[in-house]
C-alpha cells in the first residue's frame, strides 16, 4: 500500500493559517473570562495585564483552593444566581418545547396542505423577520402591561412561542420529504394530524433538534426582553442578573466574569454534546424549496 502524502500548496497553508488565527482571536476572551474569574479585583486592574491568578497558586506552584473560588461563591449569594438559574432554565423548557410544536405544526400546513391564499399568508409571515425587536418593544410592552403580565412568567415565555423563523426552518425540511409517502398514507385513510405526527415528525427528528438547539441558545442569552418585561428580582434571568453587576462608576470584573462562567459552561456543554446536530442544523438552512 502506498503511503498516503498531503502535499501543501501555498493557498492550503495560507487557509490552515487563517484558520488557526481565526480560531485563537474566538478562544481567547473564552480564556480570559476564565482567568478573570478566579482573580482578586485588584489583579482585574493590574497594569500591566496579569493573566495567571496569584490566589490559584501557592509558593511551589501547586494548586490551592482556599480563596480561588471566592468570587463565585459571592456571585452565588449577592446575585441570588440559583434563583436567576432556575427562572432561566424553566423560561427555556417552556419556549422551547412549545416552540417546537407549534412551529412544526405551522411548518406542516404551510408546506403539505394547499389552501387558499397559503403562499400570500407565509410571504405575510416572512415580512415580520425584516421588522426589529427594537421596534415592536414598546407596543409589546404596552399589550402585555394591559393584560396584566409584566413580572410574570407569561410575558416571558408565551410571547416566543411561535416563531417566524422556527417555521420557515421546519417548512424548508418538509418541503424535500416525498409527496408518495403522503399520498399512500392518505389512500390508507390517514388524516392529516395523524400524518403529521406518525409520518414527518418522525423523518424531522434532526430539523426539531437543530431547531431546539437554536431556541435554547437564544431563549439562554436574551437579554433585551427580559430586561423590559420582569424588573422584579424573583423573575429575573441569568442575563438580566449578569447586567447588574455593571456599576455606574465601578464595575468588580473578577465578580462579572466569574457571574458569566456559571452562565456560559452548560450552553458550552449543551454544544459539545449536540454539536453533530448543530452543525446538520445550519447545513439544513440551506435546503431549497
Not at 500591566?48 to 501547586?62: A, K, M, R, T, Y
Not at 411561535?162 to 418541503?175: A, I, P
Not at 424573583?234 to 470584573?253: E, H, K, P
Request: with cysteine; hydrophobic share 55%; net charge positive.
Amino acid at each position: 500500500m502506498e503511503s498516503f502524502k498531503v502535499k501543501y500548496n501555498a493557498g492550503t497553508i495560507a487557509v490552515l493559517l487563517l484558520l488557526i488565527l481565526g480560531s485563537v482571536v474566538m478562544i481567547v476572551p473564552f480564556i480570559w473570562m476564565f482567568m478573570t474569574a478566579f482573580k482578586t479585583f485588584q489583579e482585574t486592574m493590574a497594569i500591566p495585564i496579569q493573566w495567571i491568578p496569584h490566589d490559584l497558586f501557592v509558593d511551589n506552584g501547586s494548586l490551592t483552593f482556599d480563596r480561588a473560588f471566592e468570587n463565585f461563591a459571592d456571585v452565588l449569594v449577592r446575585l441570588n444566581f440559583t434563583r436567576y438559574y432556575a427562572n432561566t432554565i424553566f423560561v427555556t423548557a417552556v419556549v422551547t418545547i412549545v416552540q417546537v410544536i407549534l412551529c412544526s405544526m405551522a411548518a406542516y400546513g404551510f408546506a403539505r396542505i394547499d389552501f387558499p391564499g397559503r403562499n400570500i399568508i407565509f410571504i405575510g409571515l416572512l415580512s415580520v423577520l425584516m421588522i426589529p425587536l427594537q421596534m415592536t418593544l414598546i407596543p409589546s410592552f404596552l399589550l402585555l402591561s394591559s393584560f396584566g403580565w409584566i413580572n410574570t412568567f407569561y410575558a416571558l415565555t408565551i410571547p416566543h412561542f411561535f416563531s417566524v423563523f422556527g417555521t420557515f426552518f421546519l417548512r424548508q425540511f418538509f418541503l424535500t420529504l416525498p409527496r408518495e409517502l403522503e399520498e399512500a398514507a392518505i389512500i390508507d385513510g390517514a388524516s392529516h394530524p395523524r400524518i403529521y405526527a406518525q409520518i414527518c415528525l418522525p423523518l424531522c427528528k434532526a430539523a426539531l433538534s437543530a431547531l431546539a438547539i437554536f431556541t435554547v441558545l437564544w431563549v439562554w442569552n436574551d437579554l433585551m426582553w427580559p430586561l423590559v418585561m420582569a424588573s422584579r428580582e424573583s423573575f429575573r434571568l441569568l442575563s438580566v442578573g449578569i447586567a447588574t453587576l455593571l456599576g455606574q462608576y465601578v464595575t468588580r470584573n473578577n465578580w462579572l466574569m466569574a457571574a458569566s462562567v456559571l452562565a456560559t459552561t452548560p450552553m458550552i456543554i449543551v454544544f459539545i454534546i449536540f454539536q453533530k446536530q448543530f452543525v446538520s442544523g445550519i447545513a439544513i438552512t440551506g435546503i431549497k424549496g
